[in-house]
């Protein structure tokens, strides 16, 4: 492996969130129907309160906010973001303060979208909860929470700021490189022809690919969009990547390693359509899978369908990343009680 990589996950400060290794288990019933070998990555359980995938990420950004010594942590995501609840469980685990700022990226009346879900668990873990009127697409979410940082340190605060635009190195990515090792430990020399996970913010996807491109060079990643469409998500993997590679001090990954799909978006984020809704009856039914209508029934569905179109072919062996999201479930009941 390169060296330069070996050496970032060795000295970056990092802040142990997850028991590993999260299981690996396979889906027997699931493998018979489809005709493949199919597996899952159960990082459904990395992390406290529902966990997910932004467990591995946040290690990081502890990481950081520790060696700061900041006594707050300021992050910003959707109304039902898994990452901002995270960032809520975690910082009650080491006595500092989250403060959480929720962007409107999803246009829904529903009570229980605004009220139930992470935005429950985030108020329980005793988060402080703030407002941005627009999604952080449309630009300035970051800048805002900059603005609540630079008040905080006038009180005599020491907040650290968890940034989420692409022209911010993504560290949390690193934990994703941490998950691919992990894989390829777990599997032996039997390894995966597929590893399909999450494509939002990009960080678990970019970090899952460099890790496996160097442990597992066989293997393809496919990253399902959940967040935008296609030619947008790889413009926001165009412009991560070279800071990527500048943090790991090597030119580890290109944007060509980088594949995506997004098939299973519509109708938009955070919306379930028909894809998320099949995946989540077939998960549930078939093997005992609860997984969330905004990321992981994306991911899953984007399985099927590579299965249905004949692209992964009788007998390869794949791997499902489930990487969480059950925070928020019911705050999507409503959609979910029509489609059960
Ligand atoms: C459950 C879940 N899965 C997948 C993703 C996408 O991961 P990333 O933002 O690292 O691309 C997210 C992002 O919030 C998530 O909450």
């Known amino acids: 492996m390169i060296p330069s990589l070996i050496e970032t996950l060795k000295t970056t400060p990092r802040h142990i969130i997850v028991t590993e290794p999260t299981p690996l288990v396979r889906l027997n019933r699931l493998s018979d129907h489809l005709k493949v070998d199919l597996w899952i990555k159960r990082d459904d359980v990395a992390g406290p309160s529902f966990g997910g995938n932004k467990s591995r990420q946040l290690e990081y950004y502890f990481g950081a906010a520790l060696a700061a010594k900041a006594d707050t ?20 685990q080491l006595g500092i303060e989250a403060v959480l700022q929720l962007e409107h990226r999803v246009d829904t009346v529903s009570e229980f979208y605004k009220t139930s879900g992470n935005v429950l668990l985030s108020q329980m873990l005793g988060a402080k909860i703030i407002y941005y009127p627009l999604g952080e697409d449309e630009s300035g979410a970051d800048e805002a929470l900059y ?15 968890i940034p989420l635009g692409m022209n911010k190195p993504p560290l949390g990515a690193l934990g994703y490189v941490n998950c691919a090792i992990e894989i390829t430990e777990q599997v032996g020399k039997n390894k995966f022809d597929e590893v399909v996970i999450g494509s939002g913010s990009g960080a678990s996807h970019i970090g899952m690919t460099a ?13 399902s969009c959940v967040r935008r469409e296609k030619t947008l998500q790889k413009k926001r993997l165009e412009a991560l990547t070279p800071l990527f590679n500048t943090m790991i001090g090597t030119n580890v990954l290109e944007p060509s390693d980088l594949y995506l799909w997004d098939g299973a978006l519509a109708p938009g984020y955070g919306e379930m359509g028909q894809h998320a809704a099949q995946a989540m009856k077939t998960l549930a039914r078939f093997e005992g899978q609860i997984v969330d209508p905004v990321y992981t029934a994306k991911v899953f569905a ?11 072919v009788q007998g390869q062996k794949v791997l499902f990343i489930h990487s969480g999201g059950l925070g928020a479930l019911f705050a999507y009941q409503n959609e979910i009680a029509k489609i059960i």
Not at 147 to 161: C, F, I, T
Not at 211 to 223: A, E, L, Q
């Open 211 to 223: 890790g496996i491109k160097h442990f597992s060079p066989n293997t393809k990643v496919i990253g």
């Open 73 to 92: 942590v300021l992050i910003t995501g959707a109304v039902q973001s898994n990452f901002v609840r995270l960032a809520a469980a975690i910082a009650a």
């Open 147 to 161: 603005d609540e940082a630079r008040k905080l340190k006038k009180q005599g605060k020491r907040p650290y700021v």
């Open 302 to 312: 984007c399985i099927t369908e590579r299965c249905r179109a004949g692209i992964i």
